[in-house]
């Protein structure tokens, strides 16, 4: 699964990166993003023929939610039943996003506590979770747009800590995961695999179990005195 990532970037570099435009909505680097809160989410524009950047509650409200309190527990879908889980099914056919990250987190338990690692793809630079979103209008008429990440199982190096993780897009699919015309979706369902790449893990303060924490601290490698630390995994070529 994923329930707390990491976008430590300025938003010039996510712009650059994602080649996409971003609206009046300000945001600032992110250490410890948590469920229900507004995250930077990259969508293509059919009329302007460009990917733009707004931000979103995390956590999908489908639209025909009768409260949108149901976000609390769809901050996460599994990759495997979208097709059919009626809060997904209809945002995988026409409603696909990126979601942009520099790392994530997932806790390993060790004894009684629980130590949070954090990942990070490829080089370390900023990459995408394949993502959903939808609409949810309240009875006063206030719009509330909302996504939730995909996810996948885990690969070898997340399988001791969790049997889930977060759907990691490679660059070139990003066209094809944005293309808002329906299409294949058997094409579409074959990017939702676990990452083959580059990914590093290491172990953080536990500073980053408490939502109000959020800083560069966080995110930062700590020693344990184990082989853990920076241990890397990656396609053998």
């Not at 495997?80 to 390993?108: H, M, N, V």
């Amino acid at each position: 699964m994923c329930g707390r990532y990491r976008l430590s970037r300025r938003k010039q570099v996510v712009e650059e990166h994602f080649d996409a435009v971003s609206g009046e909505e300000e945001w600032t680097p992110r250490y410890n993003i948590a469920p229900t809160q507004p995250v930077p989410v990259i969508r293509q524009n059919p009329e302007r023929h460009r990917r733009e950047i707004s931000l979103m509650r995390w956590g999908l409200v489908p639209s025909w939610a009768t409260d949108p309190s149901v976000g609390n527990k769809t901050i996460n879908a599994r990759s495997e039943t979208i097709e059919t889980t009626p809060s997904f099914r209809d945002p995988f056919r026409s409603q696909r996003c990126l979601i942009p990250a520099d790392g994530f987190y997932e806790w390993k338990r060790q004894g009684k506590l629980k130590q949070p690692y954090c990942f990070e793809a490829g080089d370390g630079k900023v990459f995408a979770f394949a993502g959903l979103w939808d609409r949810w209008t309240d009875p006063q008429g206030q719009l509330i747009e909302s996504c939730t990440i995909l996810t996948t199982t885990a690969n070898p190096l997340l399988a001791d800590l969790h049997d889930r993780m977060p759907v990691i897009l490679r660059p070139e699919d990003y066209d094809s995961w944005l293309a808002i015309k329906t299409g294949n979706s058997q094409s579409r369902l074959k990017l939702l695999t676990p990452w083959t790449g580059l990914m590093r893990r290491y172990p953080v303060s536990a500073r980053v179990n408490q939502v109000q924490n959020d800083d560069p601290e966080c995110g930062q490698p700590i020693e344990l005195g184990t082989p853990a630390q920076g241990q890397l995994f990656g396609e053998v070529l």
